[in-house]
């Protein structure tokens, strides 16, 4: 079954692009803590671990899509010591936060941020050794076109990593985490972010998106090839690991 964007309700009128960028820029304020909170704080091993994947390729120009707040390219930039990092993302109000946490880490020779519709990305081909992107490609309006565009401008033979929240398949998990997202986390995160539809929105993407086998037969239709994954905490979060 193909992956259809409609099954997801809007967060409001508008292409979604740019519903999903106002959504973001609304709670970008509190976006880390609940993230960290929500997941008590297990999210920073699965970006870890998506990591370390790439890290025996050694790549030197790294593109992070849908960057948010840059936790993930500031861990990358630590673990890999990249040349240059691109953190890409639709949120001006989610990269200001990022560009200010890596100011506070000393990373601005490395990291710098780019606001980019990953729709249509600005890169020329064959631009990157490594594309990688944490819990956002779930958010994409057209997900077979991100994943086409995030092929195109990585370099022949360079290498995808994927971090992305998915639903586990057994039980008990499987049971668990369909209350725990659809109650604690929209109630939650309407607590603290003061938004009454983005968690509800996010948990409806997380519920839609491809995973396993699926993903890895749009990453080959993408041009991806040697696809893999692997499921972290009961299946909570996959990582989705190809080359080009």
């Excluded at 990591?51 to 025996?56: F, G, S, T, V």
């Excluded at 849908?66 to 240059?84: E, H, K, N, V, Y």
């Excluded at 037969?217 to 991806?224: P, S």
Aim: net charge positive; proline share 4%; aromatic share 10%.
């Amino acid at each position: 079954m193909a992956y259809k964007q409609e099954e997801i309700k809007p967060y409001h009128e508008g292409g979604k692009t740019q519903q999903v960028g106002a959504m973001f820029d609304n709670i970008a304020p509190t976006y880390d803590k609940l993230n960290h909170r929500l997941s008590w704080d297990i999210d920073r091993r699965w970006r870890k671990k998506a990591i370390q994947l790439l890290a025996p390729y050694q790549p030197k120009t790294i593109l992070d899509i849908a960057t948010g707040t840059g936790d993930f390219a500031i861990m990358t930039a630590q673990m890999l010591r990249p040349q240059t990092l691109i953190g890409a993302d639709i949120s001006e109000g989610m990269m200001e936060i990022g560009r200010q946490k890596v100011k506070q880490v000393g990373l601005e020779n490395i990291i710098r941020f780019e606001k980019e519709d990953c729709m249509q990305l600005s890169y020329d081909d064959n631009t990157f050794d490594a594309v990688m992107a944490a819990f956002g490609i779930r958010n994409f309006a057209n997900l077979d076109k991100g994943l086409s565009e995030m092929c195109r401008v990585m370099k022949e033979g360079g290498h995808l990593s994927i971090a992305e929240l998915t639903t586990p398949v057994s039980f008990p998990m499987k049971q668990l985490f369909s209350i725990y997202s659809n109650t604690v986390l929209p109630i939650y995160g309407r607590f603290i972010s003061k938004d009454t539809s983005a968690y509800s929105y996010l948990n409806k993407t997380i519920e839609a998106f491809p995973q396993g086998e699926r993903m890895m037969n749009i990453l080959k239709k993408a041009g991806f090839k040697d696809t893999s994954f692997r499921r972290l905490t009961f299946g909570i979060c996959t990582i989705y690991f190809a080359t080009k």
